[in-house]
């Protein structure tokens, strides 16, 4: 059964580093996506990616926050200078259609020290 | 705006015992989705069911039922004769449809099922 995969499962990092969280979508796939949750939390919606291009975003996913899909299968995420607020568990998602079902990774635990 | 409200945020049974999550949403959207997740102890989010807006029919699934009432905005799921596996916090989400389609969540329940 395809499946959406995320690198690395935990990444640790110094405040002020960047991070590049990967992800490889379902393939047959359109519509991608981040969330994010801190721990305990409820998940968080980042941005949505559909087109090359970002549908939308929210307040969270700021100036230091982008995302690419390099080529046709990886979606990255990447936070140039990362915060202590931001560690976090980072999903991955992606669907076939709008309001389809979102399929998410295992995620990546961030922790910025 | 969109909101989804899951009030209970612990609940613990006995196995075998039948419970139910609640959830009411917000939205101004004349269509839109609702669905479920299950968040296991291992931390990965795994899609459990999906209804859109236009499908008030009941749905059943093994041990696993939904309750769709558009009249109050509540989507509950019902786990017959619970396992000690069924444990997990369990999210209710809902999406509009749009080509962002983002999925809101409610904050969650904590069901733990003891034995």
């Known amino acids: 059964e395809p499946e959406v995969t995320q690198t690395p499962s935990h990444q640790v990092t110094q405040m002020g580093q960047e991070v590049i969280l990967r992800c490889v979508p379902i393939?047959?796939?359109?519509?991608f996506y981040w969330y994010r949750q801190i721990l305990g939390q409820k998940v968080e919606f980042l941005v949505s990616?559909?087109?090359?291009?970002?549908?939308?975003k929210s307040e969270i996913f700021d100036d230091q926050f982008s995302v690419e899909r390099p080529d046709g299968s990886n979606f990255t995420l990447k936070i140039r200078s990362t915060k202590l607020e931001d560690s976090a568990m980072y999903f991955c998602?992606?669907?076939?259609?709008?309001?389809?079902?979102?399929?998410f990774g295992p995620g990546t635990r961030l922790t910025v020290t | 705006a969109q909101k989804v409200t899951q009030a209970q945020t612990e609940i613990s049974v006995v196995e075998k015992e039948d419970v139910t999550l609640d959830c009411v949403y917000e939205?101004?959207?004349?269509?839109?989705?609702l669905f479920w997740y299950k968040q296991p102890p291992s931390g990965e989010l795994v899609f459990l069911i999906r209804?859109?807006?236009?499908?008030?029919q009941n749905e059943i699934s093994g041990r696993y039922s939904w309750n769709f009432q558009k009249s109050t905005s509540s989507f509950n799921f019902t786990i017959t004769a619970s396992q000690v596996v069924d444990s997990a916090v369990y999210f209710c989400?809902?999406?509009?449809?749009?080509?962002?389609?983002?999925?809101?969540f409610g904050s969650g329940t904590r069901l733990s099922i003891r034995p």
């Open positions: 989400a809902l999406s509009d449809y749009s080509s962002a389609s983002k999925i809101i």
């Open positions: 209804r859109n807006s236009f499908d008030e």
């Open positions: 939205t101004r959207d004349t269509t839109y989705y």
């Open positions: 998602a992606s669907s076939s259609g709008p309001g389809n079902e979102q399929y």
């Open positions: 990616f559909y087109n090359n291009e970002i549908s939308e």
């Open positions: 393939s047959n796939h359109l519509y």
